[in-house]
């Protein structure tokens, strides 16, 4: 085979090849070499057979896996996709088995890893919350809890025009949040053949560049558009002629039911049952809840998208591989070198009664079947600001129908406020809006902490402190320790209150969503709402935000950097296994889950497991001098010299400099 590999000076590969199938193959094979582990993972997870190397820590992913149907959903989208896919998925699965020197890999296998990244990351887990909340507490603790899934605190993109910027042509900025992994989700990665020259990230296991991407004349960004596309139906199930049924709208209707079995590295083999409905897999034990997704409704994943997106040159041709885009629904930031900015929501949403939007519907209620999809979804073209922001937010009306759910626009308008205080922006320093670290969210709790009176002189001096605090959550702020030792005592109290104890077991549906409904981090997430609206499930706000203060004020605050360490997860600590410490776990991190910079926060803890897994500035004057970083680096090996040697340009905002550049490249290498 024709191909080359070169890593440039962080140990990013940089792969050329002669042609599509030889450079599929060579990318996978160095995925194989520099992430086995990773990818191994990842393919265990997609078939549902991580218990048969973890024992029993495995089960429980494994029943979700199977239930949920990812491999079957994975092989379905494979023969979903054109002749030509099929063969770059055939090439790509080549390279890692020679890599591996077995066939473990299936050509589907990618589609079930992309799939196991992206199944929860949609709506459906946090509607396991709002119907938690909505039975417990009813309506009015629906207006005291936040319902909004934990991805409103996340993301950021934006793209300027020409005339914004230092050379004349746009720039396109990002950061992708999500949960921290080592090794990380997202690989840099650069692919060259005859048909396309592409930079960009791609997810481990998975070919091609997916997300974020500089193909020389165009570059794209993301983030999630927060679109509600997953469904939970209450499934009424009955045995009837010696049959298992369920009923739906028109009546009675057969189900497929069929048992498999979980290998267990500790113990004999598990069986699992399967049971499919019209409306979908259940994928609980504990109730019979069905889950619909964009996804399975088509039999489509969306790597259609895969190759037209590598060939595109232009925010035209971006646009049109999009149309093959099923899920994540994405806010995608596209600009070319022509001059054009844009900002479109890509994915499938379908067209459904609002209830669905809002918890469990039951399934046997024709009124919340699906009825079609979304045609019409959001785009937006810069304004005479010269700009697009997105930050999972409502950008525009037209957003109403894909969800109802969105993070508040803090994020958005405080990136856009950055940018307009400048006439024009060079690559070197797009990112710094992004790194912004204002708390954004905190104004309701510092009005409360400022309307309080008749305190002891230790709790009026840290009145003062947070009074004339300059809201930045700096590592080594006064003001930001103060904030989040009185935020969190406020967080710890109101997760205690005994208005709040039918809320408190978070394994109700089972370990693995604990993240969802976990009641402190809940109550984080809606300390503004409870403000306002605390009296109406029986908690005196109020009394408490005293409390905080006076105890807070005689103690002694840890510095916010001591609270808020880098906590990046490893595979085998996902399954709640042993596993080695990566090399830059606990390091301080300035930001907080309501800044731009939006470094997650979790009450009681000293570690932040959640922001940008990347951070990037496409330039379209000159793709080689953009930017990027991820939290660690290029390799998956423990000692490797680029396992972490990316983590300070990534949280100081620095970035490395891209280079594309062949020639260069070679001799950097030599």
Not at 220 to 241: F, H, I, K, P, S
């Amino acid at each position: 085979m024709s191909s080359e590999v070169i890593h440039d000076a962080h140990g990013i590969p940089h792969i050329r090849a002669d042609s599509l199938e030889e450079l599929a193959f060579a990318q996978g094979h160095e995925m194989a070499t520099a992430r086995a582990g990773q990818l191994e993972l990842e393919r265990l997870r997609s078939e549902g057979r991580t218990a048969a190397h973890l024992g029993r820590a495995g089960l429980e992913w494994d029943r979700f896996s199977r239930r949920a149907g990812i491999d079957d959903l994975a092989q379905r989208g494979y023969d979903a996709v054109d002749d030509e896919t099929r063969d770059f998925l055939v090439a790509f699965t080549d390279g890692i088995n020679v890599a591996f020197r077995d066939r473990r890999w299936m050509p589907w296998t990618p589609l079930g890893v992309f799939l196991v990244q992206q199944l929860q990351f949609g709506a459906y887990p946090s509607k396991l919350w709002r119907h938690r909340v909505s039975t417990t507490l009813g309506p009015a603790g629906v207006r005291a809890l936040s319902v909004e899934p934990p991805t409103v605190a996340g993301s950021n993109a934006y793209a300027l025009t020409g005339d914004r910027t230092s050379t004349g042509l746009p720039l396109v900025a990002g950061d992708p949040h999500r949960v921290f992994e080592a090794p990380n989700v997202y690989l840099q990665t650069h692919l060259a053949c005859p048909d396309f020259d592409v930079v960009g990230f791609c997810f481990p296991g998975v070919p091609g560049i997916q997300h974020f991407g500089h193909a020389g004349s165009v570059a794209w960004g993301l983030t999630n558009a927060m679109a509600d596309y997953q469904d939970l139906y209450a499934e009424q199930l009955e045995v009837r002629d010696g049959r298992l049924v369920a009923l739906g709208p028109d009546g009675w209707e057969p189900v497929e039911v069929r048992e498999e079995f979980l290998d267990n590295l500790d113990d004999e083999p598990e069986p699992v049952e399967i049971v499919v409905t019209e409306r979908g897999p259940i994928v609980f034990e504990s109730e019979a809840l069905s889950l619909r997704t964009a996804s399975w409704a088509l039999g489509d994943l969306g790597f259609g998208a895969l190759l037209p997106l590598l060939r595109s040159q232009t925010v035209a041709d971006v646009e049109s591989a999009l149309e093959h885009w099923v899920e994540p629904v994405n806010n995608w930031v596209i600009a070319d070198s022509v001059g054009v900015v844009r900002h479109r929501v890509a994915g499938r949403v379908p067209q459904r009664d609002l209830a669905n939007r809002f918890g469990i519907v039951p399934a046997s209620d024709g009124r919340h079947a699906w009825s079609g999809w979304v045609d019409d979804l959001p785009v937006v073209d810069p304004g005479d600001d010269g700009r697009v922001v997105t930050a999972n937010e409502r950008t525009t009306p037209a957003y109403d129908a894909i969800s109802s759910h969105f993070a508040e626009s803090w994020r958005a308008d405080r990136i856009g406020t950055r940018l307009d205080a400048e006439e024009s922006w060079s690559a070197e320093r797009a990112i710094e809006p992004l790194t912004d670290v204002r708390q954004l969210g905190g104004d309701a709790l510092l009005a409360a902490v400022a309307a309080l009176t008749d305190l002891s002189p230790e709790a009026a001096d840290l009145q003062r402190t947070l009074g004339s605090w300059d809201l930045a959550m700096a590592v080594d702020s006064a003001g930001a320790a103060a904030f989040n030792d009185v935020r969190e005592r406020i967080v710890l109290a109101v997760s205690a209150h005994p208005a709040l104890a039918g809320l408190t077991d978070a394994t109700v549906y089972g370990e693995m969503y604990v993240p969802w409904l976990w009641l402190p981090g809940r109550v984080g997430q809606s300390l503004t709402k409870l403000l306002a609206h605390g009296e109406g499930i029986g908690i005196d706000l109020p009394a408490l935000v005293r409390a905080a203060v006076e105890e807070s004020a005689a103690a002694t605050p840890r510095p916010w950097g001591e609270r808020h360490g880098f906590g990046p997860l490893t595979g085998l600590a996902q399954f709640g296994l042993d596993d080695d410490v990566v090399p830059v776990a606990g390091e301080p991190l300035p930001g907080d889950a309501e800044c731009v910079a939006a470094m997650g926060w979790l009450a009681g803890t000293d570690t932040s497991v959640r922001g940008p897994v990347a951070r990037y500035v496409w330039d379209l004057a000159d793709r080689d001098h953009s930017r990027w970083a991820v939290p660690l680096g290029a390799s998956g090996i423990p000692g490797d010299p680029h396992q972490v040697d990316q983590f300070e340009a990534w949280r100081d905002g620095t970035l490395l400099q891209v280079t594309t550049d062949w020639d260069t490249l070679r001799k950097e290498h030599s």
